[in-house]
């Protein structure tokens, strides 16, 4: 059972360290555009 003392809190360290992540990514605009990467590999940018 001691290991559950050392297990719980380090699950909930890496799930904090998974929000705070997704968080960060949310504010620093990664989802924002979310169709134009997959837009943009189909356009023709070789005009000459």
Do not use: K, N, T
């Not at 699950?11 to 705070?20: F, K, N, P, V």
């Not at 997704?22 to 000459?48: C, H, N, P, T, V």
């Amino acid at each position: 059972m001691s290991y559950l003392s050392v297990l719980v809190p380090i699950a909930i360290l890496m799930g904090l360290a998974g929000l705070a992540a997704f968080m960060w990514a949310l504010r620093s605009g990664q989802y924002d555009d979310l169709d134009g990467a997959a837009e943009r590999i189909l356009m023709d940018d070789d005009q000459e």
